[in-house]
């Protein structure tokens, strides 16, 4: 298998652009995590989805930013308008679901600078 | 809400020694509490795991306990190696799905 897949993994954009970034889950995983990683605020969830329904977005920033799942094998997270505080990496995450099956496989990250 | 508490911040030890990461958590429901490393520009990856059914677990160079009435665990690295150095998570587990995570320590092996 190859892994959790994120594209691109580096993006710069300007300020106000949309900005949408890509991620393909580990087949036969069912649950898919959104985060974002900076400095000083360390790695956040924004949102995760159990078979492709979002169950918590309790982690969104605000109304910039939103996520789809539309099948098992593709998530995005969208954000607009982009602002330079967005700027951070953004990693996806699957897992099986299961009581006991925790573990999440981390994607390579998207890099996020935004002028 | 729920919260992890991850101390120290940083934290550097002689190749050799041994390094000790502390975490405490609120929510006493939490059942699985995994230990995430994070190299210089990589994703982070699982190390090691506990669950609440255990007080202790060790994997060679690497032990995690777990106190779960004080609610705390920690992450134990023996022997350390240059290798080890890397930002290390704790994290706890939030209802059936989701986890939440420490700020991290950065761990500095010095030669």
């Known amino acids: 298998d190859a892994g959790v897949i994120q594209s691109p993994r580096h993006e710069v954009t300007e300020m106000g652009q949309e900005v949408t970034l890509r991620c393909k889950p580990i087949?036969?995983?069912?649950?898919l995590f959104w985060y974002r990683q900076t400095m000083m605020r360390g790695l956040e969830l924004l949102i995760y989805f159990n078979n492709n329904v979002p169950i918590d977005d309790s982690g969104m920033p605000e109304d910039r930013f939103s996520a789809k799942m539309p099948n098992a094998s593709f998530s995005t997270l969208k954000i607009q308008p982009s602002e330079p505080r967005d700027s951070a990496v953004y990693f996806c995450a699957s897992s099986p679901s299961g009581a006991m099956d925790y573990e999440q496989y981390f994607g390579p990250g998207t890099r996020l600078t935004v002028t | 809400g729920e919260n992890v508490e991850q101390h120290p911040s940083t934290l550097s030890v002689q190749e050799g020694d041994s390094a000790v990461i502390k975490c405490t958590y609120s929510d006493s429901a939490s059942n699985y509490f995994p230990w995430y490393k994070q190299e210089l520009g990589k994703r982070p990856q699982l190390i090691i795991d506990i669950r609440s059914n255990v007080g202790e677990k060790k994997d060679q160079r690497i032990a995690v306990t777990l106190n779960k009435t004080a609610k705390h665990f920690s992450l134990h690295i023996t022997e350390t190696q240059p290798e080890d150095s890397a930002v290390y998570f704790c994290a706890a587990s939030i209802g059936d799905d989701k986890i939440i995570f420490g700020k991290g320590t950065r761990l500095h092996i010095l030669p």
């Open positions: 087949s036969g995983h069912n649950s």
